[in-house]
């Protein structure tokens, strides 16, 4: 079960990590292959189980960031009310993930409250470390 790999979903409960993974979708992308542009409608995130993807602004644009860490989100920006993505996702190697759709995924994290608070938590902490390894001297 995917999902117990993450640190992110840790702790949430059996039903609601389920149910979570019942709308899951598992993706292996080759190197080269776009998740998503900046700019395009953020419907979807997704959670890294092995690989290397790259964030970039816009599509040609500078490294924001390596996602590389097992049970990282990527294309979180859905999550936190944006509509469009805030970067561009490539994929640098074969890459395997999970893809949700944010809007069943809201709808699954409305049923179970207790894990809200928990999930977003978790989210500015993940979004706090990448800023630590962009710039450590701000620690």
């Not at 790999?5 to 389920?18: H, L, P």
């Not at 998503?36 to 092995?50: M, N, Q, R, S």
């Not at 294309?75 to 509509?83: A, E, H, K, Q, Y």
């Amino acid at each position: 079960m995917y999902i117990k790999m993450s640190d992110f979903f840790m702790g949430m409960g059996k039903n609601f990590s389920m149910e979570v993974l019942d709308i899951s979708e598992k993706l292996s992308r080759i190197e080269g292959d776009l998740l998503f542009l900046e700019g395009d409608p953020a419907h979807h995130f997704y959670v890294l189980l092995k690989g290397r993807v790259k964030l970039s602004l816009g599509d040609t644009g500078p490294v924001v960031y390596m996602v590389r860490h097992p049970g990282e989100i990527i294309g979180w920006s859905g999550l936190i009310g944006r509509d469009v993505y805030s970067a561009s996702g490539e994929c640098m190697e074969t890459t395997n993930l999970l893809k949700f759709d944010r809007d069943n995924f809201l709808e699954i994290l409305n049923k179970y409250p207790q894990n809200e608070a928990l999930l977003f938590k978790r989210l500015a902490q993940m979004l706090g470390n990448r800023l630590l390894e962009l710039y450590p001297t701000i620690s």
